[in-house]
């Protein structure tokens, strides 16, 4: 048993998830190392950590080895938009493959318990509905988003037999769509396009017809849910959804944002990218059963708290300096 403080690295700390990670582990006591190669993640996000005595940033690709004394490590460093990971897609395979044989690596040498952020497009565009862990994907390997998507089920695989041939201490969270402060504005999600058009009174672009389908977790809830994962000795060795069950349609949200920021914005129709899933939704009956753990923020309340975000940030001025 590691007493306190634990030294954890944080692979993609600079990133809108590793930020608020960084954060609640600091909040806990802990020493964080934030490993980031700035591909996606700002020094920005982690101005208001860097003068904390038990913070360090460093700079560095995880597709090259990391030399550092830890007991833990959460892996999240891979581009998570679209528009991003499909910019450098053979840098992302790299990002996710190589980046988790460093960090095994390190992991085993150290005897260090680690966690990947893994993701729902493991499923690809599920034939079962909703998602469970037991099922084993749909997923198309020689597509736009198979650089993500194949990345990220060959980095579970590597978890998985780093766990089976040299017992590993592993934690494999699939994570579904996350939103909230610190989103990338430019990473051409839902969330993100939706508020900044909005609050721009721009035409709100939906894809396709609107109807399809997804599940949105505010980034506390999600966060709250990797430090019960990491923590529970009996999610060694089983992958673990997290997310908001309630599903909701691409149509709503944009109805909503539209609601909530009181814009003059319109709905305008745009063709559908390529491989772009149909509905999607989390079974997280794992995650309550092994964490006792679920949501407690409506995704209308974290649309609120992410349009209050992106509010600031434009009045600020700031806008346009992030790309
Ligand atoms: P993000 O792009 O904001 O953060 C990723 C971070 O990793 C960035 O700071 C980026 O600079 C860094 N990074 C990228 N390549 C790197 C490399 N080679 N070496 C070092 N650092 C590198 O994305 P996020 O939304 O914070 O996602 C974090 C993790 O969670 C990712 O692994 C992503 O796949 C996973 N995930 C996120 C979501 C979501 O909805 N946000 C959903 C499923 C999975
Ligand atoms: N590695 C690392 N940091 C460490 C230990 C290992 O980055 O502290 C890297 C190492 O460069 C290797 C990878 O992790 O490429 C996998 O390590 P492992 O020991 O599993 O494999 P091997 O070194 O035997 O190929
Ligand atoms: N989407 C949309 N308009 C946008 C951005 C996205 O209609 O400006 C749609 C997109 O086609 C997808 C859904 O919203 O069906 C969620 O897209 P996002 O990129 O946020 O997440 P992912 O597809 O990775 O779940």
């Known amino acids: 048993m590691v007493s306190l403080p634990k030294h954890i690295l944080v692979t993609g700390g600079a990133g809108f998830l590793g930020t608020h990670l960084c954060e609640r582990l600091l909040d806990q006591g802990h020493e964080v190392i934030c490993l980031d190669n700035f591909y996606t993640g700002s ?14 940033v460093m700079r560095h690709d995880v597709t090259f ?28 395979v790299k990002t996710s493959v190589h980046g988790a044989i460093n960090v095994l690596g390190l992991a085993k040498r150290v005897g260090a318990k680690i966690f ?19 099922y084993w994907g749909n997923t198309n390997p020689i597509g736009l988003r198979s650089c993500y998507d194949e990345g990220k089920r060959c980095a579970e695989t590597l978890f998985f037999d780093y766990h ?22 430019h990473d051409g999600r839902v969330v993100s396009n939706f508020i900044l058009q909005a609050l721009r009174n721009e035409p709100i672009t939906i894809y396709g017809d609107g109807e399809q389908t997804r599940s949105f977790c505010y980034v506390d809830d999600l966060v709250e849910g990797f430090l019960r994962l990491m923590a529970c000795d009996e999610a060694n060795g089983q992958p673990v959804n997290l997310g908001n069950p309630v599903e909701i349609t691409i149509r709503e949200m ?4 539209i609601e909530q920021t009181g814009s003059s914005s319109e709905l305008s129709f745009k063709p559908l990218p390529s491989d772009d899933p ?12 092994l964490l006792d753990w679920q949501p407690q923020t409506t995704w ?11 509010d600031a940030m434009l009045k600020d001025g700031w806008w346009g300096m992030v790309e």
């Open 43 to 56: 020094r920005r996000n982690i101005h208001h950590l860097e003068s904390h005595p038990r913070f360090e």
């Open 65 to 92: 080895p990391v030399y550092v004394e830890v007991d833990e490590i959460f892996n999240l460093a891979c581009p998570a938009s679209p528009v991003h990971y499909q910019r450098h897609p053979v840098q992302t």
């Open 116 to 134: 990947q952020a893994s993701t729902s497009e493991i499923y690809g565009d599920p034939e079962v509905h909703p998602q469970q862990e037991d």
């Open 164 to 185: 089976r041939q040299y017992g590993l201490d592993i934690r494999v969270a699939r994570i579904f769509n996350t939103f909230g402060p610190r989103m990338h504005p």
């Open 254 to 257: 944009a109805e909503t944002v």
């Open 278 to 289: 149909v509905r999607r939704r989390p079974d997280i009956t794992r995650a309550q059963n």
């Open 300 to 310: 209308e309340d974290g649309l609120a708290k992410t349009i209050s975000y992106f």
